[in-house]
T-cell receptor, first 115, second 114 residues
Framework: GAGVSQSPRYKVTKRGQDVALRCDPI?????LYWYRQALGQGPEFLTY????????KSGLPNDRFSAERPEGSISTLTIQRTEQRDSAMYRC?????????????FGSGTRLTVV | QQQVKQSPQSLIVQKGGISIINCAYE??????FPWYQQFPGKGPALLIA?????SEKKEGRFTISFNKSAKQFSLHIMDSQPGDSATYFC?????????????FGQGTELSVKP
């Protein structure tokens, strides 16, 4: 596609429910990143993939968070047993090549609200 | 813990003026410093970036100045326009510079008054 697509755009869920957030990166982009952005703050790194391999998950807050990119394209970020503190904007980004200088293209994000 | 400290938190500039946003970093292994621009309801977009082997990079009205000894870099927006009103984030590579993951500053909300 022309850009990074994320769905849903908004998600309201009850505490304790599981949620799955989807990211469809730009076609051909090798690297895919997940970030979380609190209101008025910069994005905070969660995890990233090169192709289908998860390279780094050091930013995931705890084991309720997981991510996958099974075919090296679409990725899903799953949050189990959601808590109110999980409420945030979740952003996906992709880059053509691996490495910091490749430049990200961010999606518009999924606004998650846990009630 | 690696940090990138950004200031000011908010900035109001008159049309035609110069907007200056500053960032300070701690990790001397950083070798790439991008600036991202974010409009309301949108994701951040790469604006301009610099490597520390040069002290300045200019693209149109946007200039990054880099001071390696002071561990600081700044974004200058010349002839600021109302359309430049957005939130700006500085960033630097997180960790060991591998893989492209970034650490972002807290953001500066710029408002350019007509």
């Amino acid at each position: 596609g022309a850009g990074v697509s994320q769905s849903p755009r908004y998600k309201v869920t009850k505490r304790g429910q599981d949620v799955a957030l989807r990211c469809d990166p730009i076609s051909g982009h090798v690297s895919l990143y997940w970030y979380r952005q609190a209101l008025g703050q910069g994005p905070e790194f969660l995890t990233y993939f090169n192709y289908e391999a998860q390279q780094d998950k050091s930013g995931l807050p705890n084991d309720r968070f997981s991510a996958e990119r099974p075919e090296g394209s679409i990725s899903t970020l799953t949050i189990q047993r959601t808590e109110q503190r999980d409420s945030a904007m979740y952003r996906c980004a992709s880059s053509l090549a691996s490495g910091p200088a490749s430049g990200y293209t961010f999606g518009s994000g999924t606004r998650l609200t846990v009630v | 813990q690696q940090q990138v400290k950004q200031s000011p938190q908010s900035l109001i500039v008159q049309k035609g003026g110069i907007s200056i946003i500053n960032c300070a970093y701690e990790n001397t292994a950083f070798d790439y410093f991008p600036w991202y621009q974010q409009f309301p309801g949108k994701g951040p977009a790469l604006l301009i970036a610099i490597r520390p082997d040069v002290s300045e990079k200019k693209e149109g009205r946007f200039t990054i100045s880099f001071n390696k000894s002071a561990k600081q870099f700044s974004l200058h927006i010349m002839d600021s326009q109302p359309g430049d009103s957005a939130t700006y984030f500085c960033a630097a590579p997180l960790g060991n510079n591998q893989g492209g993951k970034l650490i972002f500053g807290q953001g500066t909300e710029l408002s350019v008054k007509p």
